[in-house]
């Protein structure tokens, strides 16, 4: 069955230091990666996504998220962050086995960045 | 372009009554997936539909959910008989239809409160 973990509730991070955000997954076959971002009482919005290709793809807000095969995993990245960051991420995972496959999502982990 | 539609925002239900959620996904897309979210906790995958045709429901309770995506009108999630743990917020999301894996794009979500 597909997974996606998130090992961290909450990461607290200075304004200014790069921050990571972790996700591991779990599917078969190759797998379509997703990072998401929910401000409070919203919706998500779709950061940047890893479907094949460079194993380093950038997004939206300066984040990017390296995609490493032989540890299944996922992180999110950012070189310097910025109190507007301060939200929950979800990281999701869709198989690619078929065109028909649900998207599954991780617990979500809390991002607080200090001034 | 008009994102995914969701409505109504908010919702309040007693015990025994019908909530129905509705749901337009963006103009050409044809794939609409719902999801749960309860206060401070990831997303729960609940069903994925295509028009007319349910693909995947389970992660949807047995009994007093449904869920539709009509040829024509706005995809339905249905609960019948609601209780006080139906609370939560309900999240569609939707996606076009292809050989090329796209992200979701999400809706502001229905908050449901089941009194």
């Known amino acids: 069955a597909q997974s996606v973990a998130q090992p961290e509730d909450q990461v607290n991070v200075a304004e200014g230091n790069p921050l990571t955000v972790k996700c591991t997954y779990s599917v078969s076959g190759n797998p379509y990666l997703f990072w998401y971002v929910q401000y409070p009482n919203r919706g998500l919005q779709f950061l940047l996504k890893?479907?094949?290709?460079?194993?380093l793809v950038k997004g939206s807000y300066g984040f990017e998220a390296e995609f490493n095969k032989s540890q299944t995993s996922f992180h999110l990245k950012k070189p310097s962050a910025l109190v507007s960051d301060s939200a929950l991420y979800f990281c999701a995972v869709r198989p690619g086995y078929s065109s028909a496959s649900k998207i599954i999502f991780g617990s979500g982990t809390r991002l607080s960045i200090r001034p | 372009n008009a994102g995914v539609m969701q409505n109504p925002r908010h919702l309040v239900r007693r015990r025994g009554q019908e909530a129905r959620l509705r749901c337009s996904p963006m103009?050409?897309?044809?794939?609409v997936y719902w999801y749960r979210q309860l206060p401070e906790e990831g997303l729960k995958f609940m069903v994925y539909l295509q028009k007319e045709n349910i693909i995947d429901e389970s992660g949807m309770p047995k009994e007093r959910f449904s869920a539709e995506f009509p040829k024509e009108g706005p995809s339905i999630l249905r609960i019948q008989q609601v209780v006080r743990g139906d609370s939560a917020a309900y999240f569609c999301?939707?996606?076009?239809?292809?050989?090329?894996?796209?992200?979701?794009?999400f809706g502001q979500g229905t908050r449901l409160t089941v009194v």
């Open positions: 103009k050409g897309h044809s794939h």
């Open positions: 890893y479907i094949t290709g460079d194993n």
């Open positions: 999301a939707s996606s076009p239809a292809g050989v090329v894996v796209t992200e979701a794009f």
